[in-house]
């Protein structure tokens, strides 16, 4: 605060100071009242998430925010994150209390990775002694290894986070060396995968795969989707969807050979259109700030995404891309979507333009 500051303005900050500090202790007790709710559900088998407790609370928080003179919108928002944070809290602290790893071990190969890091944690908060193999692993650490075949196997889970060339000959291996505990792969494309996870399974490997549909930044399960394929162990499956059971994790069975064909259009082609759409940008010549600075909402909504994805790791978005026998598919679609409307823009007339967004609203309408 400087000298120079009128004693007034000093004073109405130094109030502004005591109402933010009592924010942040109303808040910290508000999660502790999640805490104990949290613990209340789960001694009940209640489940987490109450859809209409939220609405109440929510249209309860709009209301007090009119009556005060506070924009409704501004205390749903707030009021949202919060929401968030306590769910995100009651679901680490399920976890951590169901203890489902108690008195076991796992071993994440791959574990420096970003996925491979979320997974390890998600195990440590489960009470599993988590060991780490990655070859980025060179720090002397009892628990980290740089070769996972140094790493002792006699473990009861084995996670394979690693590079999606290296895993077939690791699940081969793993199968070879019959190791006892469940084991399964979390690589975002399968058909490489196919002929040695089913092989494993048919050598008594208890072996399945998953792909978990987000990223490793994510905290709250909740509307988040699993993927878990049986390769021939269905005893495997009903394992991994238990590792989850005490989260709010939507867990979707799909068959192995299906898998690549759905992530053509889940991940594929939203990858390529946005990759697209900032190298449109780029090219335009026209720097991000200036067009940031006029965006509309649709344009910020796109950019913001376009900028997470030109963050993601490029061996990991070329392996989905170049991996996947069905991109092609999903990769001609986008060509020929992109030509027409390019042919509905130059018609004289917007019969075209207007066909477009109908059947994409006809689409789109039952979601």
Not at 61 to 72: C, E, G, I, K
Request: glycine share 8%; charged share 25%.
């Amino acid at each position: 605060m400087t000298e120079d500051t009128p004693a007034g303005l000093r004073e109405l900050r130094d109030q502004l100071d005591e109402v933010d500090a009592r924010l942040v202790e109303l808040a910290a007790r508000r999660q502790q009242l999640v805490s104990e709710i949290g613990r209340f559900k789960q001694g009940r088998g209640q489940q987490l998430r109450d859809f209409r407790r939220e609405r109440q609370v929510l249209e309860l928080v709009r209301a007090r925010a009119r009556s005060v003179d506070l924009d409704p919108t501004l205390a749903e928002s707030l009021f949202r994150r919060l929401i968030d944070a306590s769910l995100t809290r009651q679901e680490q602290e399920r976890v951590r209390f169901a203890g489902r790893g108690d008195g076991h071990s796992a071993l994440v190969i791959g574990g420096a990775g970003r996925m491979g890091r979320w997974l390890a944690s998600f195990l440590d908060n489960q009470g599993y002694e988590v060991l780490l193999a990655d070859p980025a692993l060179n720090d002397g650490h009892e628990k980290h290894f740089s070769d996972w075949r140094e790493a002792p196997l006699n473990v009861s889970l084995i996670v394979v986070a690693a590079p999606l060339r290296q895993t077939p000959a690791i699940i081969d291996e793993l199968a070879q060396r019959r190791v006892p505990g469940l084991v399964f792969e979390v690589g975002s494309i399968k058909t490489p995968l196919i002929d040695s996870l089913r092989s494993a399974a048919r050598s008594g490997l208890a072996v399945c795969a998953v792909h978990p549909m987000f990223g490793p930044d994510t905290r709250l399960l909740s509307g988040r989707h699993v993927l878990v394929m049986d390769v021939g162990c269905p005893a495997a499956v009903n394992e991994v969807t238990a590792l989850f059971s005490d989260t709010m994790a939507e867990m979707v069975d799909i068959p192995l050979e299906q898998h690549d064909q759905l992530i053509a259009l889940v991940l594929g082609l939203s990858h390529a259109l946005n990759i697209a759409f900032f190298t449109a940008l780029v090219r335009s010549g026209i720097e991000a700030g200036q067009l940031a600075g006029i965006s509309s909402t649709t344009f910020r909504r796109q950019l913001e995404i376009a900028r997470d994805v030109a963050g993601e790791n490029p061996a990991l978005y070329y392996e989905i891309q170049n991996l996947n026998e069905h991109g092609h598919i999903a990769r001609d679609a986008l060509l020929e979507a992109i030509e027409s409307i390019r042919e509905a823009a130059d018609s004289p007339d917007d019969t075209a333009m207007h066909e477009l967004m109908i059947q994409g609203r006809r689409y789109l309408e039952s979601l």
